[in-house]
Nanobody
C-alpha cells in the first residue's frame, strides 16, 4: 500500500509563492506516475499537474502552466509542486496522487494523500 503525505501548504499573499511536497512511502512507491489535484471551495476536484514515473515527462493544466511546475526527486523520494504568482482563486486543498497512468484524469490514480491547505489572501 502506497502512502502519500503532502506538506508545504499555508497562508500566502497574492503574488506569493509556495512549494508543496509529497512524500511517497510503501512498496515500489517510486514506480508510479504522480500528479497534483486541487479542490477549491464549492468546486469539483481539478487536475493541476502530472509527472511521469521517470520524471522525464511533466505537464500542467493549461490555465496554470505559466505559474505551476511539478517535478520529482526520487533520491528522497519526493514530488514537488512549485507555485508562483499565486492568486486568491488558487485557494483550496491540494492533493498528491499516485497511479499507473500518466494522465490528468483523477480516476487513473489509485493512491491519494490527505491534502494540504493553500490559502491565498487578497
Amino acid at each position: 500500500q502506497v502512502q502519500l503525505v503532502e506538506s508545504g501548504g499555508g497562508l500566502v499573499q497574492t503574488g506569493g509563492s509556495l512549494r508543496l511536497s509529497c512524500v511517497a512511502t510503501g512498496p515500489a512507491s517510486t514506480n508510479y506516475h504522480m500528479a497534483w489535484f486541487r479542490q477549491r471551495p464549492g468546486k469539483e476536484r481539478e487536475f493541476v499537474a502530472a509527472i511521469s514515473e521517470s520524471g522525464g515527462s511533466a505537464f500542467t493544466a493549461h490555465s496554470m502552466q505559466d505559474r505551476f511546475t511539478s517535478y520529482r526527486d526520487d533520491a528522497n523520494p519526493k514530488v514537488y509542486l512549485e507555485m508562483k504568482s499565486l492568486k486568491p482563486e488558487d485557494t483550496g486543498v491540494y492533493y498528491c496522487a499516485a497511479g499507473e497512468f500518466h494522465s490528468d484524469y483523477d480516476q487513473d490514480y489509485a493512491y491519494w494523500g490527505q491534502g494540504t491547505q493553500v490559502t491565498v489572501s487578497s
